[in-house]
């Protein structure tokens, strides 16, 4: 089955650095890899996706690249802020299934 | 919309005992799932219905059981509760296929602790 390595599993910032959380797969079938975030005590929430025929995707501050040969995908944060804080989940969905492989998460914490 | 609802919010077991966590959703979604989630574990999933009247398993079944009473509703059930299954349990929904609808949309989370 898929298996999804996540790193690190937590990453301190200040206010106004990027951050970049990193994740590889295993499945080269594997086409859809979506980002979720979970604040303290909620539940995950979709950020941002990628599929397996697009390299980058873009929304404002947040941005996904995917290089398919390497197997591996990245989660950029620009301009961090407090409200950024929460454990960032990475997913891969292997070919021929209708479920996700979560990563183990990374807390992020951004310090004012 | 509710989205996804899922019951009870916590609960607390003895080892041996047996429970139901009820999970519905009114989005029309044909999808449904329970993962749980355990410190420095992520989200593992335990069992998946991609449509009614179909139910898989996924990476960590032993132990529960799961019905998709109808479109709406996926239950999970703990015959035998161990101290193992201690967890934080998400229902969550989708359209059919994640990689052409997008999102998996989770309930609020169920938090059950076993003695």
């Known amino acids: 089955g898929e298996n999804v390595e996540q790193h690190p599993s937590t990453l301190s910032v200040q206010e106004g650095d990027s951050a970049v959380i990193k994740c590889t797969y295993s499945?080269?079938?594997?086409?859809?890899f979506p980002w979720y975030k979970q604040e303290l005590g909620k539940r995950p929430q979709l950020i941002i996706d990628?599929?397996?025929?697009?390299g980058e995707k873009k929304d404002q501050r947040i941005a996904v690249t995917l290089n398919k040969t390497a197997k591996h995908f990245s989660l950029h944060i620009t301009e961090t802020q407090p409200e950024d804080s929460a454990v960032y989940f990475c997913a891969a969905k292997p070919g021929g299934y209708s479920t996700l492989t979560f990563g183990k998460g990374t807390m992020l914490l951004v310090s004012p | 919309n509710a989205g996804v609802t899922q019951t009870p919010k916590f609960q607390v077991l003895k080892t041996g005992q047996s429970m139901t966590l009820q999970c519905a959703q009114d989005m029309n979604h044909n999808s449904m799932y329970w993962y749980r989630q355990d410190p420095g574990m992520g989200l593992r999933l335990i069992y998946y219905s991609a449509s009614e009247g179909t139910t898989d398993k996924g990476e960590v079944p032993n132990g529960y059981n799961v019905s998709r009473l109808n479109k709406r509703e996926f239950s999970l059930r703990l015959e035998s509760a161990a101290p193992s299954q201690t967890s934080v349990y998400f229902c969550?929904?989708?359209?059919?296929?994640?990689?052409?609808?997008?999102?998996?949309?989770f309930g609020e989370g169920s938090r059950l602790t076993v003695l």
């Open positions: 990628i599929r397996s025929n697009v």
């Open positions: 499945d080269s079938a594997s086409n859809y």
């Open positions: 969550a929904s989708s359209r059919s296929d994640l990689a052409n609808t997008g999102e998996l949309f």
